[in-house]
T-cell receptor
């Protein structure tokens, strides 16, 4: 049973560029959440997708956007990259319709902005 | 507002010692969930435990145990007879009714177990 997968593993971008990160949820899960983890800090919630719609959003600017596909996989897009966007981006998935957030996390994508 | 505080930034102990990681949380909701996650150097968050606010029973899983006390809003994590493989960053986290399934993390405690 495959867990949450993310791609790519690492990414280096230049300020002002745009980036797309990808996530495939655990089998049987339909809800995907994205978190940003800056160095030395705990993960911060970016947003959550359910039924292809953004269900909840954290305190992140509109430069951060996402999408969920019919197969429940998801993308995180960040436009106009800033140095401060350098972080580990974690994707988590949850079972269908579950309020209980027993979220399973993927290995993350480490984004470096130079 | 919801908040999780892990006051211990770093802890270092010698192997086989017991160690307790502290966690204090804040929430106005009566329904909420508390979590502990482990993050080894590889970076992946590993789920350890989830407790709901209506179940204050302490839990033990092997060398791991958790003490949930609503009276002090604490959810502490104890590792008994620590091992080098326990070295990691440990996060306490909260999800309450107001935040739906969003998880709010503490800043983490870096645990180093010395041989």
């Amino acid at each position: 049973d495959a867990g949450v997968t993310q791609s790519p593993t690492h990414l280096i971008k230049t300020r002002g560029q745009q980036v797309t990160l990808r996530c495939s949820p655990k089998s049987g899960h339909d809800t995907v959440s994205w978190y940003q983890q800056a160095l030395g800090q705990g993960p911060q919630f970016i947003f959550q997708y359910y039924e292809e719609e953004e269900r909840q959003r954290g305190n992140f600017p509109d430069r951060f956007s996402g999408h969920q596909f019919p197969n429940y996989s998801s993308e995180l897009n960040v436009n106009a990259l800033l140095l401060g966007d350098s972080a580990l981006y974690l994707c988590a998935s949850s079972p269908r319709g579950s309020f209980v957030p027993e979220q399973y996390f993927g290995p993350g994508t480490r984004l470096t902005v130079t | 507002a919801q908040k999780v505080t892990q006051a211990q930034t770093e802890i270092s102990v010698v192997e086989k010692e017991d160690v307790t990681l502290d966690c204090v949380y804040e929430t106005r909701d009566t329904t909420y969930y508390l979590f502990w996650y482990k993050q080894p150097p590889s970076g992946e968050l590993v789920f350890l435990i989830r407790r709901n606010s209506f179940d204050e029973q302490n839990e033990i899983s092997g060398r791991y145990s958790w003490n949930f006390q609503k009276s002090t809003s604490s959810f502490n994590f104890t590792i008994t007879a620590s091992q080098v493989v326990d070295s990691a960053v440990y996060f306490c986290a909260l999800s309450d009714y107001s935040s739906a399934s969003k998880i709010i993390f503490g800043s983490g405690t870096r645990l180093s177990i010395r041989p």
